[in-house]
């Protein structure tokens, strides 16, 4: 883990400029606000786990690079699997809005990346000297947020089909309409995959072998291919 001068520098700079968070501020602004907010900056190996237990601080985090996944663990152990991130995506609006939940978030690195984590205080507790740059990320901020929910929506959808099969297919058409094409990789393993559409493995195995075989999907591990878009539900 390092400071904010690990973040400042002529390669990550060139990040931060296009990210959605710093979107709008100028160089100066990003190094200024970085040293008033002194985040935690982290380095990744793939596989390399962060977490955030209840009642910890609160954290505003970004992807910097590489891709995560954010998971949620219950009392019991289960992981449930709520988002998976690329590089320049936003992880800390799903913790901001949550921190009053008592759970534990766990955020796990797919491949090597960079996460930087800010202390939500340097943007809600207005500061003079900063404010401007503050109302600039906040305005960001709820950007994100905007698609956070409709993340969120998408998956309340998928979980709301009365069977695996509708469940699977609704989610194919999401994936499909985000990557504009009807041949994608989706971000999850079989595994995450079921316990994001809240099915059992096994069912999830069955449903996908038999719209195979029917012609309706194909597939290759995380590689799918819509063969006919007529059982999409609109």
């Given at each position: 883990?390092?400071?904010?001068?690990?973040l400042?520098?002529?390669?990550?700079?060139?990040?931060?400029?296009?990210?959605l968070?710093?979107?709008?501020?100028?160089?100066?602004?990003?190094?200024?606000?970085?040293?008033?907010?002194?985040?935690?900056?982290?380095?990744?190996?793939?596989?390399?786990?962060?977490?955030?237990?209840?009642?910890?601080?609160?954290?505003?985090?970004?992807?910097?690079?590489?891709?995560?996944?954010?998971?949620?663990?219950?009392?019991?152990?289960?992981?449930?699997?709520?988002?998976?991130?690329?590089?320049?995506?936003?992880?800390?609006?799903?913790?901001?809005?949550?921190?009053y939940?008592?759970?534990?978030?766990?955020?796990?690195?797919?491949?090597?990346?960079?996460?930087?984590?800010?202390?939500?205080?340097?943007?809600?507790?207005?500061?003079?000297?900063?404010?401007?740059?503050?109302?600039?990320?906040?305005?960001?901020v709820?950007?994100?947020?905007?698609?956070?929910?409709?993340?969120?929506?998408?998956?309340?959808?998928?979980?709301?089909?009365?069977?695996?099969?509708?469940?699977?297919?609704?989610?194919?058409?999401?994936c499909?309409?985000?990557?504009?094409?009807?041949e994608?990789?989706?971000?999850?393993?079989?595994?995450?995959?079921?316990?994001?559409?809240?099915?059992?493995?096994?069912?999830?195995?069955?449903?996908?072998?038999?719209?195979?075989?029917?012609g309706?999907?194909?597939?290759?591990?995380?590689?799918?291919?819509?063969?006919?878009?007529?059982?999409?539900?609109?």
């Amino acid at each position: 883990m390092g400071n904010y001068t690990d973040l400042l520098t002529p390669e990550n700079m060139e990040i931060l400029r296009n990210h959605l968070f710093f979107s709008g501020l100028s160089d100066e602004e990003i190094t200024s606000f970085a040293a008033y907010a002194s985040p935690e900056v982290f380095e990744l190996d793939p596989g390399q786990k962060i977490s955030i237990e209840p009642g910890y601080k609160r954290k505003l985090g970004v992807v910097l690079r590489g891709s995560v996944k954010v998971y949620t663990i219950d009392y019991d152990g289960n992981k449930t699997i709520i988002n998976a991130i690329q590089g320049h995506g936003s992880i800390g609006t799903m913790q901001f809005m949550m921190e009053y939940y008592n759970m534990l978030f766990e955020i796990v690195a797919d491949t090597a990346g960079v996460i930087v984590t800010f202390d939500p205080g340097c943007l809600l507790i207005a500061d003079e000297s900063v404010a401007l740059i503050q109302h600039k990320i906040l305005v960001n901020v709820m950007a994100s947020q905007r698609q956070l929910f409709i993340s969120l929506s998408e998956h309340l959808v998928c979980l709301s089909q009365k069977n695996i099969r509708d469940k699977i297919m609704r989610f194919l058409k999401i994936c499909s309409e985000a990557e504009r094409s009807y041949e994608f990789d989706i971000r999850f393993s079989r595994e995450e995959l079921a316990a994001y559409l809240a099915v059992d493995r096994a069912s999830l195995s069955r449903s996908l072998g038999e719209l195979k075989r029917k012609g309706i999907i194909d597939y290759q591990k995380n590689h799918f291919r819509i063969l006919t878009t007529r059982h999409f539900k609109y």
